[in-house]
Structure formats: structure tokens, C-alpha cells
């Protein structure tokens, strides 16, 4: 990474820009924040990207009342089938002719649009009211009244509503003369409610507001007349003709769409990239006559940058690059990853991107998690679903989404390494191969031996095995780690650490595991190879210490905790086998036996439908838990070992492009 200034004359400023944009080389920082050096002022936005985001927003409002209306897909039509956005061959436009192609587009159907959504939504607030308007009348059903009499007249006061506490409203318009009041309930228990009617002299008016502000939730029906049934009838009605005129509205709007959202998606996507470069110059600083640019650059690029810009701005431009420090300068991170690498990309970024010229271990670290994903699944039946989804979601999609291609390449990978897992530990859907087809439980999938091992390992029954493999990745993957702290601050320059707080386990690791293995699990070793131990457990303690003190002890207790957390390999390794075995198990249960030769087919047919059912839902949990756990084991036991993390992704100023192609790109 270099750290790029580009000083240029202000009459080619919008030259460069394009040119930087374009080309998408350079990461541009915002300087105008910072105190000026000299001569030099804050920089300003181009004058005319207010115009630019009002074009923008007045394009966005019409594409999103037409994406309102246009019917998508859903469910697996949408996965098997997305829709897919159109590109739309372009030339390069001057500023003056977008603003004319956007005038007209916005001439022809702004005022259209609009006024249709406006009626919608009037339609949809009269809809609203009249379905509020119909919940209301159902409480009034069976009181013999008409609707327009709920009002004050010449000498009575008539109010209808809803209330909780019957008993407590009645008491109150008890006390007052010349007034009745008629209930209707609703509901059962705490849930009760009742409508009420309250009809008074128009001399106690007050009291009656008084005790209805306090007791009663009132209905608003001052536009409606004529008995509840008729009124009901009324207002179905006039929901249905509501109803027509919206989809007529609706049909309007679809044609609208189908014909010109293609369009005003395009034209949008040309506006915002013109705008970007409007409202760049913002994060400038200027003189009089010429501006100032800084941000990163990839040092492979550095000579194509300035060459470029040299010839942009015919010699009238400076470029002055300068390897970064680490700090104050604090450059961001550019991760060089393979393409069949992008998924564990993904990865690292949910955790925290590397530091400028910290270790990226993206590779390692994906390679990891593929190997562990497989243990812990562990079943061949499977990783075969894995396997076989992401790659028809390769083939199918992955020319659509860069998301989708690099997730569904590394679930390949994951299958592959589950499938190969599966088939060393004997597992298939469980037993489910060995239960139903060899007809025995016991029965292997294949016999091999080699380097003296028998296969397949059986996790369930040799459950000591497969933990002993588990704990020597542990003590691999852990290594790994120490290796790559020790390379990170041998090129950080900061040896102490690297000979203290990186190097001491070296020792302690083989000093302290013979002097283990002599003592708690019988080693036969030489007395010569036991002095030899011991040296290296005190060397690597007082190195240790030397770094961090009595404290470092805490250390040692802490590594052999995360050494002992890869037992989950085989904790989820199990799991799978023994729910996987468990749903064979009550699945056979159901297995009918043969009447007169033949068997009962509905039988047959509700158990498989249940060992379809059970070993998908297996499949889902086990293959969360693999995924959450493998992560773990990344995140806490490795990174602990060597990683920061905390940096900045590289993000250079490059256009993006979604609708819209440039007709002399390829």
C-alpha cells in the first residue's frame, strides 16, 4: 500500500476525477476535515450535485411507487428463477445531455405516476376508515337504533362505544336523571367487553361527556345513517368498488412499470455515478488555483496512476507517494485472496479485517474451518446434500451473485470434506445403509486397512480414537498459530515479545507433554530425555514470565483450556452419529413385516416420509452447530494466538455498476 498526493491545476480537476473514478485505483480519504497546510482551503462539492440529488430523488420516488406494484416472485420460484436486472447499453453523456434525457423521461411520467399513486393512497386512507367504520358497527348489532341518531339533538344527548368496566360506567349514569343506558357483551372472561348505548336529556350533557371520557371508548360514525345491518351491507360495498378502482390503478401502474422501470433504473444508476464525482471534491483542499488529493493506492499501481494522470492533466499535475507507517498514518487493508477463496473472505470480515501489515490468514484460516466443518458433520449422507446443493447453486446462480458463487464454492468444499469424514467413520444418514439395506446395524460400508488402521473408525464405539485425532488437530491448529505470531513480530521488529510471549511455547509444548506423558500416561523415556524435558519446561516458564510475569501462569492454564476445547470436534461428531442413529432407530420401528409376502405400503411410505423429515432436520442443527463451532474454534483458540485484527478494507474510488454498461466496455 502507498499513501498518494496528487496536486492538480483546478482547470483538469473534473478530468482526474473521472479518470480516478473510472479506473477505480485510488482509495480517496477525506482531508477537508483536517486542519489546511498553507495556502490550501477546505474544498467544496461541485455546484451542481444538489441538482444531481434532486434529479436522483425525484427518479427514486417513481421507482419505488413502481416497485410497489410489480409483482415478484416468491419462495422457490424466486431462488430457481430470480429475476435478474437488465443492463442497458450506454454512451458517455455530457452533464448538460443527462439533464435533458432526465427531463424528458421525468416530463412524460413523473406528473402520471405520481397522481396515480396519490389516488392509491387516497383510496387505500378511504378503505382504512371504511373497515374502522365496520368494526365499530359489529358492536352495535341488535340494538334497534339508527346509526345517524349517535349525536346530540334539540333534547337528547345519544353516545354509543366500547368499555372494560360495565359496572363501574353503569354505577355513574345511574346517579343521573333523565338517563338510560343499554348493553350488549362480547367475549368471555378477562377478554370481555360491551358495547353500550347511553341516551340522556340534553340538561345533563355535561356529566354524561364527563363519565364517557372516563368510562367509554367512543365510536366515530357522524357520516353514517340508517340501521347496523343496512349500513354493514353499504360499506361492503363501497369497499368492493374501492377495491376495482385500485386495481384498475394497479393495472395503470404495472403497464407503467413494465415499460419504463428498466429505464429509470439506468438513468438513476448514470445520475448517482455523476453525482459521486460532483461531491468528491468535498473531501479536498483547494488554493486558488489548484486542488489537493490524497488517499491510498496498491503499490503495483502506482506507476499506472501516475502516468494517467500526467497525460489527463498534460503535465500539469504532481503525484507524490510514500510508503505508509503503521501509525499515525493507519492505512487500510487490501486481502489478495484466490477467487475460490472470496467465501472465507467473508468469513474473516464477520470477525475483523487484518491491520495494515498484520498476517492474513484468510487461506489458513478457511482451510481450517472446511477440515473441522467436516469432523464435526461427520456423515457422508450428509455432506453429499451439501455437496450436490452447492453445486447446482454454482451452476445456477453464481453467474448472477458474486455472494452466491463464492458461498456456494466453499459448501463444495464442505460437503467434500463431510462426505470424506462420513465414509471413515462408517456413517451414511447414520446407520441408515447398514439398518435398512444390509439389514445389520453392525454391518461396515467397506473394510480397508491402512498405515495399520483399520476402516472405518466407528466414532460411537471408539469414541477415544476419534478424540486423540481431534486433539492433534488441536495442537496442529494451535501451532499454526504460534508459528504465524512469531513471523508477525519478527516483521514488526519487536523481538522481545517474539522470544517471550510467542517463542515460550515451543518448549513448553515438547518439555511439558513428555513430562505429562511420563507421569499421568505411563511414556516409557529415557532419564537423558527427561533432564532434556524439564530444561525445556523451565526455559519456556521463564521465558514466558519474562514477558508477562507470575501472571503468564494464567497463560499456561489458558492454552491447555483452548487445546482441550477441540474435545467439541468429537462432542459434535457424536451428536450427529447418535441423533442420526437415534431417528434409524424409531424410524424402523415403524418398518412393517411381511404379510403373506407382501409388505403394507402405506407403512413403507409414512416411514420414509419420517426418515426424510428427521434427517433434515438433523441435517439443519448439526450442520449450524459445525458451522457456529468451526467458527469458535477460528475466532477464540486460533486468533488468540497471533491476531489483532481491528483494520480498515481497502475501498478505492471506482464506479459500480448494476443497470448500466458502457458501450466500449467488455
Sequence with gaps: MKKVSIIVHQDYLEEVVRDLHEKGLMQIIDISKEEPEGDFERGTSHPEAETLANYELRLSRLIDILRQVTPKKGGVKAILNPDLPKIKQIEDLSIDELYSYSEGILDEIEKKIIEKKEELDKLNEEEENIKNQLEQIKYLDGFDLDISDIKESEYLVLKAGITTDFDELNKEIKKLNLTEIYEKSFGSGKKIKWSVVIVGHISEKEKIEKITRENLDEFNLHDLSGIPDETTKLLKQNIKDIDKKKKNIITELRKESKKQLDELLSLREEIQIERARKEISKNFTKTNYTY????????????????????????RAICNFKTPSQNPDNPPTYLKTPRWAEGFKGLLSMFSLPKYNEIDPTIIMGIFFVLFFGFMLGDAGYGSIIFFLSIFGYLKFSKHSDMIRSWSFMGIWLGLTTVIVGLLTNSFFGDLVTRFIYGDENALLYEAKIFGINLPLNSIKDPLTILTIALIFGLIHLNVGIVLGIIQEARRKNYKKLLTEQSCWIPLQ?????????????????STLMYIASILTIIGIIQLFAGKGPIGFF???????????????????????????????????????????????????????????????????????????????????????????????????KIKRKYTKKIDEK
Excluded: C
Excluded at 292 to 314: A, M, Q, V
Excluded at 510 to 526: E, K, P, V
Design 292 to 315: 489537493s488529493i490524497k488517499g491510498w493506492i496498491l503499490e503495483k499501481d502506482e506507476n499506472i496512476l501516475e502516468k494517467s494522470i500526467n497525460n489527463i492533466s498534460k503535465e
Design 510 to 526: 515438547i518439555g511439558g507433554g513428555l513430562l505429562i506423558g511420563y507421569f499421568m500416561l505411563d511414556f516409557q523415556i529415557s
Design 555 to 653: 497463560d499456561i492454564t489458558g492454552y491447555v483450556g483452548d487445546w482441550l476445547s477441540y474435545a467439541r470436534l468429537l462432542a459434535l461428531g457424536l451428536a450427529t452419529a447418535g441423533m442420526a442413529l437415534a431417528f434409524n432407530v424409531v424410524s424402523q420401528m415403524l418398518q412393517p413385516k411381511a404379510i403373506d409376502g407382501v409388505l403394507p405400503v402405506i407403512l413403507i411410505i409414512v416411514m420414509i416420509i419420517l426418515l426424510v423429515i428427521l434427517h433434515v432436520v438433523n441435517l439443519g442443527l448439526q450442520a449450524l452447530g459445525a458451522g457456529v463451532h468451526s467458527l469458535r474454534l477460528q475466532y477464540v483458540e486460533f486468533f488468540n494466538r497471533f491476531y489483532e485484527g481491528g483494520g480498515k478494507e481497502f475501498t478505492p474510488f
